[in-house]
């Protein structure tokens, strides 16, 4: 049985105040919540203050990208030892709008797994088709393609960590339902995430395809969670807008507690 997972990836939203004072409502909201792991991607300059707020709580501190060494001469960005020593646990890597705005290629996802897994991170590798993708008939092709390039080197091994957790999430997120207010149907997002554990199970093996949560993202809100999560394929979701709003976000975490 695998424990559904729900993200909240803040974006480029929230001051340090802000963050702050939305989790504090959060921590409070959420606090009788078991059974459903519950994660807040904040901006990078609010993931310090942040980590503060859920300490001893049940909510758990995430990255909303990084960068794929260590250390060194690369002005401007943040490494995974740097997540990991802030006290972040997950990294959410290769969602849509670093594909599109920062041309991330399936190689850069691919190094960036890697150094997430070699920093005993747990990564969530968003993959998902556009519009153009899924008219054409071509959804399935771009999720394989995505699967393939981004897991590429990587062994079931490498995924446990030494407290024996998986270290790997993958996020359906179709192009089309980010930010769009139109969220894929309970059966459209149903079908591709039986395809990704079929793909897990070709690339990484059965157990990897039997622990890796398949979480879903793309305009989910209250009014949809539990429909969505009541599919045995979905173990979770991956929030944007929604988890800005602290009542929002309670109401989608506790939607996962009733299916
Ligand atoms: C996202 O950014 O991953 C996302 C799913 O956004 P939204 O919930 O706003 O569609």
Redesign the pocket.
Known sequence: MRKPLIVG?W?MNNSVAESVSLVDKLKVLAKDVAGVEIVVAPPFTALFSTRDVIKGSNIKLGAQNIFWEDRGAYTGEISPLMIADIGCEYVIIG???RREYFKESDEIVNKKIKSTIRNKLKAVM?VGESLKDREEGRTMQVIESQMRKGLEGISNSELQTPNSEFQLVI?Y?PVW????GRNATQSQANDVHIYIRKLLLQILGEYAASVTRVIY????KPSNSAELMSEKEIDGV??????LDADSFVQIIRSACMV
């Open positions: 990836n974006k969602h849509s709008e968003c996020a997120e339902a980010i930010g769009t993202g793309g305009s989910v991956l929030i944007g807008g929604a988890s």
